[in-house]
C-alpha cells in the first residue's frame, strides 16, 4: 500500500496559496517520519508555472492534471478528479487547506471515497492507535488528527484506522510555512476526466476583491477585547497599531459587540496568526482566543486583571486600564522614533 502523504495545491491562476505552502511543510515533516514521499496535486489549465514553487518545499512528485475546464475552481469536476487520482494512486494521507475551496471540496471527495475528514486541525502527527475492545487491536502510524472540540474545552485526537486516504483540512496559518529550497522531483500527468454532469456550473465573470486585513501576513497584531469598552475607544486600538506598523486584531467578543469587522477575529473561528509582537489589550485569555495567537514570538498583555489568563502566556504584563496604558505607549514610541 502506498504510504504517500498528499497536499492538494491550491492557486489563483497566478500563485500558489501559502495555506498549500504551509500543508507541503508540513506534509514533508510527516512524509518523512512514514519514510514516505511528499506530493502535491494540482488541478489546473497550465499547472507548469506551479511546478518550481511545489518541488521548493521538497515535494517528491507532482500529480498534475491539466484541462481547460479545471482551469478555475468547481466543486464537482475537482472532486471528480481528485477521487480518480486517489483510486489510481492510494494516496496514505490527503491534506486541504481550510479555505472556501478546502471546504467545499474535502468533504466531497471524502464522502465520494468514503472515508473520514477531521476539518479545521492544529496539528498533525504520525502514531500508533490501539482499538479498544476484548482483542484490542493496533494500527501503526496512523494519522493523528488533533484540534479542540467541544467548544474548544477539550483537545480531541481523531484517527480514521480503517478507510484510506486519511483526509484533514488545516486553516491558514496554523503550520509553519518551510524556507524555499531548490529541489527537482517528478512530475505524473494524471489523464483529466471531464463529464458533462460535472459541468453544470458556469462562471460568467470573476471579480477580485483584494482582502483589506492580512493578519495572517502581520509582524505586529495590536487586538481588542472586551476591556476596550465601546467602538469609540477601539480608536486607540487603530492608533497603536498603526503608530507600530502594524495590523488590528480583536476578540470574537469584540467582533460580536460590534466594535470591529469579523476579518480581524483571531482564534479558534477567526484568524490564527505567528507575529513577531502581539499586545493584547483587554482580552481575557479564553482557550479560544488563545488558540489563534499562542504561536506569537512576543506576547504583550495588557488587562485591569493580574490574574487574567491571557496575563499567563504574556512575556510583558501591563497591569493597567487600557485607556491610560495605551495613549502612553503611543506618546513613548513617538518620542523615541
Ligand atoms: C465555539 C466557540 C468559538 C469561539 N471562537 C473564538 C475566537 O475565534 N476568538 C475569540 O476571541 N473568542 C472566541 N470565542 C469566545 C471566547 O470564549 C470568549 O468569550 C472571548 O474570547 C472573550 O473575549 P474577551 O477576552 O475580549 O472578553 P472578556 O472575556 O470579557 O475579557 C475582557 C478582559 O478585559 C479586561 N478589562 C476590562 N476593562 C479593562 C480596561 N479598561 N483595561 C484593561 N483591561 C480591561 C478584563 O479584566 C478581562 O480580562 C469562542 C467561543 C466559542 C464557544
Known amino acids: 500500500m502506498s504510504r504517500e502523504v498528499w497536499v492538494f495545491i491550491e492557486h489563483n491562476n497566478e500563485k500558489v496559496l501559502d495555506v498549500s505552502k504551509e500543508l507541503l511543510s508540513e506534509g514533508r515533516r510527516l512524509a518523512d517520519t512514514l519514510k514516505s514521499e511528499l506530493c502535491g496535486i494540482i488541478l489546473g489549465d497550465d499547472n507548469k508555472k506551479f511546478y518550481k514553487e511545489v518541488f521548493g518545499f521538497k515535494t517528491d512528485k507532482i500529480y498534475s492534471i491539466e484541462h481547460k475546464e479545471l482551469k478555475d475552481f468547481r466543486a464537482l469536476p475537482y472532486t471528480t478528479n481528485i477521487v480518480n487520482a486517489s483510486k489510481k494512486f492510494n494516496p496514505y494521507i490527503i491534506l486541504f487547506g481550510a479555505t472556501l475551496t478546502g471546504r467545499e471540496l474535502a468533504p466531497r471527495v471524502a464522502s465520494k471515497l468514503r472515508c473520514g475528514l477531521t476539518a479545521d486541525c492544529t496539528e498533525l502527527k504520525i502514531g500508533d492507535y490501539t482499538q479498544p475492545g476484548p482483542q484490542p487491536k493496533v494500527y501503526k502510524d496512523l494519522l493523528?488528527?488533533?484540534?479542540?472540540?467541544?467548544g474548544g474545552n477539550i483537545i480531541a485526537t481523531i484517527v480514521n484506522p480503517e478507510m484510506h486516504p486519511q483526509m484533514a483540512t488545516v486553516r491558514p496559518g496554523v503550520m509553519k510555512m518551510n524556507e524555499i529550497v531548490k529541489f527537482e522531483g517528478k512530475v505524473i500527468n494524471v489523464e483529466p476526466v471531464i463529464e458533462e454532469k460535472d459541468l453544470v456550473l458556469t462562471i460568467v465573470e470573476k471579480i477580485k476583491q483584494e482582502k483589506k486585513v492580512n493578519l495572517t501576513g502581520a509582524s505586529i497584531i495590536v487586538a481588542g477585547g472586551m476591556g476596550v469598552g465601546s467602538k469609540e475607544n477601539f480608536k486607540l486600538i487603530e492608533e497603536l497599531a498603526k503608530v507600530l506598523g502594524g495590523e488590528v486584531g480583536a476578540s470574537r467578543a469584540a467582533v460580536d459587540a460590534g466594535w470591529i469587522h469579523k476579518d480581524h477575529q483571531v482564534g479558534q473561528t477567526g484568524v490564527t496568526v505567528r507575529p513577531k509582537l502581539y499586545i493584547a489589550c483587554g482580552i481575557s485569555g479564553s482557550v479560544q482566543h488563545l488558540a489563534g495567537m499562542i504561536e506569537s514570538k512576543q506576547i504583550v498583555?495588557?488587562?485591569?486583571?493580574?490574574?487574567?489568563?491571557?496575563?499567563?502566556?504574556?512575556?510583558?504584563?501591563?497591569?493597567?486600564?487600557?485607556?491610560?496604558?495605551?495613549?502612553?505607549?503611543?506618546?513613548?514610541?513617538?518620542?523615541?522614533?
Not at 493523528?144 to 467541544?150: K, M, T
Open 301 to 337: 498583555a495588557i488587562n485591569k486583571d493580574p490574574e487574567a489568563d491571557i496575563m499567563k502566556v504574556a512575556h510583558y504584563k501591563i497591569v493597567g486600564d487600557l485607556t491610560k496604558v495605551i495613549p502612553m505607549m503611543i506618546k513613548a514610541y513617538k518620542e523615541k522614533v
Open 144 to 150: 493523528l488528527q488533533i484540534r479542540p472540540a467541544f
